[in-house]
């Protein structure tokens, strides 16, 4: 596993996937680290949007960090949502809601608890209905790794004909 902090750039080596963990930063915990230690046994290379220390103080830090989110997830060739139930997490609805128009894989959880809950599975399901919500972080990491082992297997048949 690679990893990238926010601000970080991702030269993009040939041959590497990498998702960004788009999900909630402000007034929640760090679940980031959770999935960068559920992943760390993978070749992913996992940008995190969440910074050790967001510059309050300086006023070009948001546009600074925005670009970078918008940059990276461009760049991501899978991206993760999480939402916590600390926080409504408007953005990542607009990023999921922009991301559920696309062919990009995406991975969806959420906490049991999250307020929004109801909405983000219908609006997933009317837009993505590929896609398969779950409750628990450890349940989205079993999904990448999942994916990952498929996607690794269909190399190896193709490679074996």
Same mark, same amino acid.
């Given at each position: 596993m690679q990893y990238l902090e926010a601000l #970080?750039? +991702? #030269? /993009?080596? +040939? &041959? /590497?996937?990498? =998702?960004? +963990? !788009? &999900? &909630? =930063?402000?007034?929640?915990p760090d679940w980031q680290q959770e999935m960068v230690e559920l992943l760390h046994d993978t070749d992913l290379i996992l940008l995190n949007p969440r910074r050790a220390d967001f510059p309050i103080g300086d006023p070009n830090a !948001?546009? #600074?960090q925005i670009t970078w989110e918008h940059d990276h997830l461009r760049k991501a060739t899978m991206i993760l949502f999480w939402f916590p139930c600390e926080t409504l997490c408007p953005i990542v609805l607009y990023e +999921? &809601?922009?991301?559920s128009m696309t062919d990009k894989l995406i991975f969806v959880g959420? /906490?049991? #608890?999250?307020?929004?809950r109801q909405d983000v599975e219908i609006q997933t399901r009317l837009a993505r209905s590929d896609v398969r919500i779950v409750y628990k972080l450890k349940s989205l990491a079993d999904l990448i790794c999942c994916r990952l082992a498929e996607e690794r297997q269909r190399s190896m048949d193709f490679f074996s004909v």
């Open positions: #970080e750039k +991702l #030269e /993009h080596p +040939l &041959g /590497h996937t990498s =998702i960004f +963990l !788009a &999900g &909630g =930063i402000t007034n929640c !948001a546009k #600074e +999921l &809601g922009a991301w959420m /906490h049991p #608890e999250y307020q929004r």
